[in-house]
């Protein structure tokens, strides 16, 4: 019975280990190179009730040092001439994460109440305009990428965003007022 048992267990060790291999480096890989990675898409689009949330990255490499040039759309495309949304400093969240490193470059946001009226076949667009955030507990390497992407001096790396829109309307008779539209795309930063 110890023997099945021992068994049983190495088994199962060896499924789990078959099943971590994967297309991408593991997390916290400090051999990942942004070679080792492959651009996916730049464009990427959810849609929600009456709503299109677009994300789009204008490149797919880009260089080191520089900033990158993302956005995000929101578009009404309901019933009604008009529609006012209600979102916090923005409806759009451009939070990522830099792969090679396993850095995640937060999005924060002040959350004051704002409305916005989108008319129907207008997109909203907004540009990301840098993001980021650290405490004096991390590292001091991960301090100064941060630095650098606060600065929108983006380094070397493959990186995910994973953005968002976020906002609500006036409650209607029969539907769902709250909306949280999700896309994910991604990019090279390459030494050049």
Same mark, same amino acid.
């Given at each position: 019975?110890?023997?099945?048992?021992?068994?049983?267990?190495?088994? #199962?060790?060896?499924?789990?280990?078959?099943?971590?291999?994967? =297309?991408? $480096? &593991?997390?916290?890989?400090?051999?990942?190179?942004?070679?080792?990675?492959?651009?996916?898409?730049?464009?990427?689009?959810?849609?929600?009730?009456?709503?299109?949330?677009?994300?789009?990255?204008?490149? =797919?490499?880009?260089?080191?040092?520089? $900033?990158?040039?993302?956005?995000?759309?929101?578009?009404?495309?309901?019933?009604?001439?008009?529609?006012?949304?209600?979102?916090?400093?923005? $409806?759009?969240?451009?939070?990522?994460?830099?792969?090679?490193?396993?850095?995640?470059?937060?999005? &924060?946001?002040?959350?004051? #109440?704002?409305?916005?009226?989108?008319?129907?076949?207008?997109?909203?667009?907004?540009?990301? &305009?840098?993001?980021?955030?650290?405490?004096?507990?991390?590292?001091?390497?991960?301090?100064?990428?941060?630095?650098?992407?606060?600065?929108?001096?983006?380094?070397?790396?493959?990186?995910?965003?994973?953005?968002?829109?976020?906002?609500?309307?006036?409650?209607?008779?029969?539907?769902?007022?709250?909306?949280?539209?999700?896309?994910?795309?991604?990019?090279?930063?390459?030494?050049?």
């Amino acid at each position: 019975m110890k023997r099945l048992l021992h068994f049983l267990l190495l088994l #199962l060790t060896l499924l789990l280990a078959a099943c971590g291999t994967a =297309e991408e $480096p &593991a997390n916290g890989d400090s051999s990942a190179s942004v070679e080792d990675y492959t651009v996916k898409t730049t464009e990427a689009e959810a849609t929600q009730g009456d709503f299109i949330y677009r994300l789009v990255s204008e490149k =797919e490499e880009y260089a080191s040092g520089g $900033p990158v040039e993302l956005y995000a759309e929101l578009e009404y495309i309901g019933d009604l001439e008009t529609i006012d949304i209600f979102h916090a400093a923005s $409806p759009f969240y451009f939070p990522m994460e830099e792969k090679t490193r396993n850095y995640e470059i937060h999005y &924060a946001m002040n959350e004051p #109440l704002i409305t916005k009226t989108l008319t129907k076949g207008e997109p909203l667009r907004e540009q990301y &305009a840098g993001s980021g955030g650290y405490s004096d507990q991390d590292d001091d390497a991960y301090i100064e990428f941060t630095k650098n992407i606060m600065n929108k001096q983006f380094l070397e790396g493959y990186y995910v965003v994973e953005g968002y829109a976020d906002f609500y309307t006036e409650p209607p008779e029969n539907g769902q007022p709250n909306y949280k539209l999700q896309a994910e795309i991604d990019f090279k930063v390459v030494d050049k």
